[in-house]
């Protein structure tokens, strides 16, 4: 069975402070997609960034920034120099990659961190 | 380009009856899921539809169900409501080969 750990339940920090969410993973497959997705209030699941289990590189894309190690089953988010706008509920998941054919398979997902920048 | 979209967008409904959300997938998409996010929670995976046809589906009861229909739309449908379905239903398209899913604003439904 999957799991996703998102033990920081809510983070407050003051603009500009760098800021990391942490995941924590479980799954027994060898193969399997990591992801980041971001709520704002409206509700829409925004997505972020898609990991696949064989690249551990680190990824940087503007201020967000993305820590993936195998090792510790982990695939943390920083957020440099954080904005107000940045505030929102993040949600890391996973998916195995069990089918062939159709798009993306059913996410497990995390409980979230809710990020508050203040400003 | 018009995203995922999601109909209707708030629902209040009485325990025991049925209820019907729609979603139209992004265009060129072919693949629909469909979750339930209780609130403070993380969404939870219901099922998913490909060609029409239930591809994989995750812990919830028969009571939910659902349809994919030829131009990709999907329905999901759920029967005897109980006040615990009360929640932000949402749903998420992708296409053949694609590993990332986009989501819709949800439905927020009420059951009282």
């Known amino acids: 069975a999957q799991k996703v750990t998102q033990a920081q339940t809510e983070i407050s920090v003051v603009e500009k402070e760098d800021v990391t969410l942490d995941c924590v993973y479980e799954t027994r497959d060898t193969t399997y997609y990591l992801f980041w997705y971001k709520q704002p209030p409206s509700g829409e699941l925004v997505f972020l960034i898609r990991?696949?289990?064989?690249?551990?590189q680190n990824e940087i894309s503007g201020r967000y920034s993305w820590n993936f190690q195998k090792s510790t089953s982990s695939f943390n988010f920083t957020i440099t120099a954080s904005q107000v706008v940045d505030s929102a509920v993040y949600f890391c998941?996973?998916?195995?990659?069990?089918?062939?054919?159709?798009?993306?398979?059913?996410?497990?997902f995390g409980k979230g961190t809710h990020l508050i920048i203040q400003p | 380009d018009a995203g995922v979209t999601q109909s209707p967008t708030h629902l209040i409904k009485t325990r025991g009856q049925q209820v019907t959300l729609r979603c139209s997938p992004k265009?060129?998409?072919?693949?629909v899921s469909w979750y339930q996010q209780a609130l403070g929670q993380g969404p939870q995976f219901i099922f998913q539809y490909y060609e029409e046809e239930e591809r994989q589906r995750g812990n919830f009861p028969d009571r939910f169900s659902g349809h994919q229909f030829p131009n990709y739309s999907s329905e999901l449908n759920v029967n005897a409501l109980l006040l615990g379905d009360s929640a932000l239903y949402l749903c998420?398209?992708?296409?053949?080969?694609?590993?990332?899913?986009?989501f819709g604003q949800g439905t927020r439904l009420t059951v009282v």
């Open positions: 265009s060129g998409h072919d693949t």
């Open positions: 998420a398209s992708s296409w053949t080969g694609m590993t990332e899913a986009f």
């Open positions: 990991r696949n289990s064989f690249d551990e």
């Open positions: 998941a996973l998916s195995e990659v069990t089918r062939s054919g159709g798009g993306a398979d059913g996410l497990t």
